[in-house]
């Protein structure tokens, strides 16, 4: 008896019809500024390569390197036979990187994510996020079976009232760096409220950590935050290190904790050691070239004060992360589209990602623009009549 997908096929044609369907485009380079799509060059203004590392000469030659010392796959988990010295290596010195006591590597970051929140609650236990978290932190709340609440964004008082009826541990959640709004979380008012109500706080950098701070070390550091203020962190190495992969860093127990109790880190296949040794070199780059931030933030200046000059609706952001709010989802892919027309690369977020009646364009920046490139994105903003 065939399978029938009809009901299936019905929904695939209405995400269509409201302009929510998603497609994959074929890039046929390295990443970096200037891209092949679907055989077109464009200018690519939604990586989230905001250093320009994912293609740095440095960093590619510690992975060629690494594959001949390791090979290609790492062969197993880290608790069977897949734990490398590079692997080894890479967690010390992101630990020492985020002044944390240890660190500890995972596949990705969605299974980071997702692995740290069902180790540390469960069924009795309580668990807070911030509404606009991204899907791993809130599909992890969810999946740990802990009882779970949201609380409005970065809106202290909700959260002070959620949290004065929960019942066993409370762990509280939140984007470090809000990933389709570009803005950052109050943490020092977080601290202030987890501390008060005897909660964890659990803060995922993944668009901070390499961005923001001293060197690199992400919206906690910048913020002159503590492992006790800021027990569990989690960042990514996809983003602004340019490889792949994730890492939580917080205390010995916290980690020793993970490796035994957190089934995405138990019994999943370890990273590439290439990849580990690719990311050791990308760390020695986001420490020592403070001018790659630097250009950034000229960059995104300079883009908020033409994108506001041409009357574009920004959002409330200084990171590399600047949306520009369209609010219908059909007008948003458009835009996009005719962008792409005119080669630029620039995405189309919208529900459920983002709320009903808030798609948008975002706009991202790397280190690697130039603001002549910058200037060109805008004058193709205002040919499309926003």
């Not at 574009?312 to 600047?322: E, F, G, R, V």
Request: proline fraction near 3%; charge should be negative.
């Amino acid at each position: 008896m065939a399978v029938d997908f009809t009901r299936l096929a019905a929904q695939l044609v209405v995400k269509q019809q409201e302009g929510l369907y998603r497609s994959r485009r074929i890039i046929d380079s390295a990443q970096g500024v200037d891209i092949i799509v679907d055989g077109k060059p464009v200018l690519n203004f939604c990586s989230n390569d905001y250093l320009g590392l994912a293609n740095h000469p440095a960093v590619v030659k510690a992975f060629q390197q690494g594959a001949e010392r390791y090979g290609v796959g790492s062969g197993s988990a880290h608790l069977i036979c897949g734990h490398s010295s590079a692997h080894h290596a890479l967690e010390e010195e992101l630990a020492e990187f985020t002044g944390r006591s240890r660190a500890l590597l995972f596949s990705t970051g969605y299974m980071a994510n997702l692995g740290v929140i069902s180790a540390l609650v469960g069924r009795a236990d309580s668990v807070f996020e911030d509404r606009l978290n991204h899907a791993s932190l809130l599909d992890g709340g969810l999946l740990s079976g802990a009882k779970f609440k949201r609380y409005a964004h970065a809106d202290m008082e909700h959260l002070q009232a959620r949290l004065q009826t929960a019942a066993g541990n409370k762990l509280i959640v939140t984007d470090g760096v809000f990933s389709m709004d570009g803005d950052v979380a109050p943490l020092p008012a977080i601290v202030k409220t987890a501390n008060q109500n005897q909660a964890w706080l659990m803060v995922d950098d993944a668009h901070g950590l390499g961005v923001l701070g001293k060197q690199g070390a992400g919206l906690v550091r910048q913020f002159g935050l503590s492992q006790d203020d800021v027990p569990v962190l989690m960042g990514t190495l996809g983003k602004a290190f340019g490889t792949f992969g994730a890492f939580v860093a917080g205390s010995e127990i916290l980690i020793e904790t993970l490796i035994q109790q957190a089934r995405t880190y138990i019994y999943t296949t370890a990273m590439p050691p290439a990849t580990a040794e690719a990311t050791r070199a990308s760390l020695q780059l986001v420490i020592a070239d403070d001018w790659r931030r630097e250009k950034l933030n000229e960059l995104v200046n300079h883009f908020r004060i033409g994108a506001t000059q041409l009357g574009l609706t920004l959002m409330d952001s200084t990171t590399a992360i600047q949306p520009i709010l369209i609010g219908d989802s059909q007008q948003a892919v458009q835009l996009s589209n005719g962008l792409l027309d005119a080669g630029f690369l620039v995405s189309a977020i919208r529900p459920p990602t983002v709320p009903e009646g808030s798609a948008r364009l975002r706009v991202t920046f790397s280190a690697s623009h130039k603001i002549e490139q910058v200037d060109r994105l805008l004058s193709a903003l205002d040919g499309l009549k926003l």
